[in-house]
């Protein structure tokens, strides 16, 4: 049960990252952004998928830098399901898949991976103070 808990958990941090991105993105690239329902549920299943698909990192068998080029595979699979229906649906543009959006995805997928690896290693120290201070104060 515990692992339905962090499954939910993580789709839940991948449709708020997903809508996050999908806004900034659509500011930067576009001078309107539409959020509409429709949108906004492709939205949070894409980020759902993806972060759902994170769960991979936690397989003890599998090496980090081979669970992040399939996590990697994975964002690169649901941008191609999600966000080509979209922009050819609701923007009247046909979103293809060149070198151009690949170096963008990849561009944005590490400053996401370069974020969460910072707030990591920001736990982990802040961890490792409180296990500090109390074992001061055993002593």
């Not at 539409?34 to 949108?39: A, C, Q």
């Not at 972060?51 to 669970?67: D, E, M, Q, S, V």
């Not at 080029?69 to 690169?76: E, G, K, P, S, W």
């Not at 999600?82 to 609701?90: C, E, M, Q």
């Amino acid at each position: 049960m515990r692992w339905l808990i962090e499954l939910l958990q993580r789709m839940i941090i991948g449709t708020e990252i997903g809508i996050t991105c999908y806004v900034w993105i659509g500011v930067s690239c576009y001078s309107s952004v539409k959020v509409t329902l429709p949108i906004a549920a492709e939205i949070s299943l894409m980020g759902a998928m993806i972060g759902g698909a994170t769960f991979i990192f936690r397989i003890p068998r599998i090496n980090y830098y081979l669970a992040f080029l399939i996590h990697y595979l994975i964002v690169l699979a649901a941008s191609w399901i999600f966000l080509r229906p979209i922009y050819r649906i609701y923007y009247g543009v046909n979103y293809q898949f060149n070198f151009e959006s690949l170096l963008f995805i990849a561009a944005i997928y590490l400053i996401i991976q370069l974020v969460i690896r910072f707030m990591q290693i920001n736990d982990v120290q802040r961890v490792n103070r409180r296990l500090k201070q109390r074992q001061k104060k055993n002593h």
